[in-house]
Each structure stands twice: as structure tokens, then as C-alpha cells.
């Protein structure tokens, strides 16, 4: 008697979604650093962020999906997950990091830590 083994059948390939780093600008106060990162499209429960030791982690998932009834025709918009990362210097009191977000923008502020303030010398002539 013969056998045949047979190759059972590959299951699609999981589909990734597609990694984004979102585009940021950085300010810098006397008092405090600002954070303005772009995350369009994210709702705001699903989005994150964390800073551990001195990383400061902003993650998040844009969906895009057709509405109720449409069709997709086109997209230019991409959605998927969004993660960044910032070096936090020791001079930022990351415990007292504020966040906002509006309209598709993520606003972040950590504040310097008062030893880290600029400090204004008198000279003397």
C-alpha cells in the first residue's frame, strides 16, 4: 500500500498594515518643550503615548474605511499605524507631560525641570 502525503493549503499571508512615522515640528520655551505631531485620521481611542526612562513614545491606528452604503474609488489617504519616537533629554520633567488632541493633530508639552530653565546672569561693567 502506497501514501501520499499531501501539502495541506497555505493560508493567505496576514496583511500588514503599513508603519507610518507622522510628521512633527518641535518649539522649545524658556519653560517647556512642545510637541506638534500630525495623526489624521486617528481616533482618539486609539491612540497612545508613553514616555518610559527617557523615550517618549506616540503611537497610533488611522482607519479609513468607505462609509456605510460608498464605494472606494480612489485613496490617496493611508491609513495603518502610526508610531514615533523622541529623545527625551534629562532636563524635561516628563511626569508632568500634557497632551492634547484636536483635529488631527497631537499637541504634547513637557515642561523643563526648574533647574534646566534658562537662568538670565547680570553683568556687571
Same mark, same amino acid.
Given at each position: 500500500? %502506497? %501514501?501520499t502525503a499531501?501539502? &495541506?493549503p497555505e493560508k493567505p499571508a496576514a496583511r500588514r498594515e503599513p508603519l507610518q512615522v507622522p510628521d512633527a515640528? @518641535?518649539?522649545e520655551t524658556a519653560k &517647556? @518643550?512642545?510637541l506638534t505631531l500630525d495623526l489624521a485620521g486617528v481616533n482618539p481611542p486609539e491612540l497612545e503615548a508613553h514616555a518610559e526612562a527617557d523615550i517618549l513614545r506616540i503611537s497610533g491606528r488611522a482607519v479609513a474605511d468607505a462609509p456605510e452604503g460608498y464605494t472606494l474609488t480612489g485613496r490617496e489617504f493611508r491609513p495603518g499605524r502610526y508610531i514615533r519616537e523622541f529623545q527625551?533629554?534629562?532636563h524635561?520633567? &516628563?511626569e508632568k507631560a500634557t497632551a492634547t488632541f484636536r483635529h488631527g493633530l497631537l499637541? @504634547?508639552?513637557?515642561p523643563k525641570k526648574e533647574a534646566a530653565k534658562k537662568l538670565e546672569i547680570n553683568i556687571k561693567t
Open positions: 500500500m %502506497t %501514501t499531501t501539502k &495541506a515640528d @518641535v518649539y &517647556a @518643550v512642545h527625551l533629554s534629562p524635561l520633567d &516628563a499637541e @504634547v508639552t513637557i
